[in-house]
Protein backbone atom coordinates (compact mmCIF):
# COMPACT_ATOMS: atom_id res chain seq x y z
CA UNK A 1 0.00 0.00 0.00
CA UNK A 2 2.33 2.28 0.32
CA UNK A 3 4.22 2.01 -2.45
CA UNK A 4 1.13 2.40 -4.28
CA UNK A 5 0.71 5.72 -2.47
CA UNK A 6 4.31 6.45 -3.73
CA UNK A 7 3.50 5.97 -7.01
CA UNK A 8 0.08 7.72 -7.07
CA UNK A 9 1.70 10.82 -4.86
CA UNK A 10 4.45 10.82 -7.94
CA UNK A 11 1.97 10.55 -10.30
CA UNK A 12 -0.40 13.70 -9.26
CA UNK A 13 2.15 15.68 -8.37
CA UNK A 14 3.95 15.30 -12.07
CA UNK A 15 0.08 16.01 -13.60
CA UNK A 16 0.48 19.12 -12.03
CA UNK A 17 4.03 19.84 -13.32
CA UNK A 18 6.31 19.35 -15.86
CA UNK A 19 8.81 17.37 -14.44
CA UNK A 20 9.92 13.98 -16.25
CA UNK A 21 7.51 11.18 -15.65
CA UNK A 22 7.83 9.02 -12.97
CA UNK A 23 8.80 5.04 -13.75
CA UNK A 24 7.67 3.37 -10.36
CA UNK A 25 4.25 2.13 -11.77
CA UNK A 26 4.59 -2.11 -11.25
CA UNK A 27 1.41 -2.76 -12.54
CA UNK A 28 -1.52 -2.45 -14.34
CA UNK A 29 -3.35 -1.56 -11.49
CA UNK A 30 -1.08 1.31 -10.91
CA UNK A 31 -1.13 2.52 -14.30
CA UNK A 32 -5.21 2.30 -14.37
CA UNK A 33 -5.31 4.36 -10.72
CA UNK A 34 -2.76 6.96 -11.69
CA UNK A 35 -4.29 7.91 -14.91
CA UNK A 36 -7.82 7.70 -13.62
CA UNK A 37 -6.60 9.61 -10.31
CA UNK A 38 -5.69 12.68 -12.70
CA UNK A 39 -9.22 12.56 -14.21
CA UNK A 40 -10.76 12.38 -10.75
CA UNK A 41 -8.91 15.76 -9.14
CA UNK A 42 -10.41 17.58 -12.32
CA UNK A 43 -13.96 16.68 -11.81
CA UNK A 44 -14.82 13.34 -14.21
CA UNK A 45 -17.78 11.35 -13.21
CA UNK A 46 -16.77 8.24 -13.79
CA UNK A 47 -19.11 5.29 -15.55
CA UNK A 48 -17.80 1.67 -14.82
CA UNK A 49 -18.21 0.13 -11.57
CA UNK A 50 -14.31 0.05 -11.21
CA UNK A 51 -13.95 3.89 -11.14
CA UNK A 52 -16.81 4.62 -9.47
CA UNK A 53 -15.99 1.69 -6.69
CA UNK A 54 -12.09 3.09 -6.72
CA UNK A 55 -13.17 7.13 -6.35
CA UNK A 56 -16.51 7.63 -6.11
CA UNK A 57 -18.72 10.68 -8.18
CA UNK A 58 -18.91 12.88 -5.08
CA UNK A 59 -18.44 16.70 -6.78
CA UNK A 60 -18.03 15.22 -10.33
CA UNK A 61 -18.42 17.66 -13.13
CA UNK A 62 -17.22 16.12 -16.20
CA UNK A 63 -19.24 12.96 -17.93
CA UNK A 64 -17.73 13.18 -20.81
CA UNK A 65 -13.35 12.66 -20.77
CA UNK A 66 -13.14 14.99 -23.18
CA UNK A 67 -14.89 17.66 -21.29
CA UNK A 68 -12.40 17.26 -18.44
CA UNK A 69 -10.05 20.49 -18.03
CA UNK A 70 -6.32 18.95 -18.19
CA UNK A 71 -3.48 21.16 -18.35
CA UNK A 72 -1.10 20.07 -21.35
CA UNK A 73 0.84 18.31 -18.68
CA UNK A 74 -1.71 16.38 -17.09
CA UNK A 75 -2.46 15.54 -20.97
CA UNK A 76 0.76 14.18 -21.30
CA UNK A 77 1.23 12.06 -18.70
CA UNK A 78 -2.59 10.40 -19.54
CA UNK A 79 -0.89 9.68 -22.66
CA UNK A 80 1.95 8.34 -21.51
CA UNK A 81 0.24 6.30 -19.03
CA UNK A 82 -1.88 4.89 -21.68
CA UNK A 83 0.63 4.27 -24.38
CA UNK A 84 2.60 1.94 -21.02
CA UNK A 85 -1.38 0.55 -20.55
CA UNK A 86 -0.99 -0.71 -24.41
CA UNK A 87 2.56 -1.87 -23.97
CA UNK A 88 2.03 -3.89 -20.99
CA UNK A 89 -1.60 -4.89 -22.76
CA UNK A 90 -3.61 -4.10 -19.82
CA UNK A 91 -7.40 -4.26 -19.67
CA UNK A 92 -9.37 -1.03 -19.87
Not at 18 to 32: E, G, H, I, K, Y
Not at 43 to 53: K, V
Not at 72 to 83: C, T
Amino acid sequence: MLLRTLILFSFTTLAMTTAPRPVLAQSCDDLWFARNEIYKAQGYCFRTRRGIEAFGNAGCVYDDVADVPLSASQRRVIAEIAHDERARRCPR
